[in-house]
């Protein structure tokens, strides 16, 4: 992406989400440029007069970019881990697909929805509470939950529309990544440090295979 592009799509995510405060990348040359054309027009504003007022508050609610050293996207951590899992499953599910422009932004939106629906933490100590925290509570202050949909995995390409072989390659990618995604918080502290054995009460999460995607159900 330019550093155009990218502005036009930090445009869109203000739209969507609100001013972010701060933003956190990688070295990209389009990060780069887009921070410096950000910063230039934040100059080129405080130049006007008539424009003093909004200028003050684009400096006051300006955005903070922090980047991360040259060279070093492990730096990136959580983000980079996330980006590359869904690259990864994402490109073994399209393989060589192709995909009309509404087609693609559906299942990228859809795709979202799903890392969106993943569980960050317990809501709650209560072992009974079985709602976990995911990152749709921060985003719409609830889970976030797809519309009820058959079951496609199984069928042939060639028996589908266009929009169940959408459907289809979104179930492929839940069914992947969601598998992938629970063997991350599985802790493997056995070479490392010790850790009790499991006991009635625990909070755990189950993979209930064929659960839908984005329902909130990861554990029975």
Partial sequence: MTSETFLAALRRFTSRRGRPIHI?????TNFVGANRELQEYVKFLRTKEHNEIVSKKLVNEGIQWSFNPPGAPHMGGLWEAGVKSAKFHLRRCLGETPLTFE??????????????SRPLTPSSPDPSDLL????????IGAPLEALPHPDLT????????????????????????????????QRRPKWNSTHP?????????IQMNGSPRASGKWQE
């Fill in 24 to 28: 956190y990348s990688d070295c990209g």
């Fill in 154 to 185: 199984e069928l042939k390409i060639n028996h589908l529309s266009r929009w169940q072989h959408v459907q289809q390659i979104t179930q492929h990618f839940w069914n992947r990544w969601s598998q992938e995604y629970l063997r991350m918080l």
């Fill in 197 to 205: 054995d499991l006991k009635i009460g625990d909070l755990v999460v």
């Fill in 132 to 139: 976990p925290i995911s990152p749709g509570h921060f985003l």
């Fill in 103 to 116: 087609e693609y932004a559906t299942l990228l939106c859809e795709v979202e929805a799903c890392l969106n």
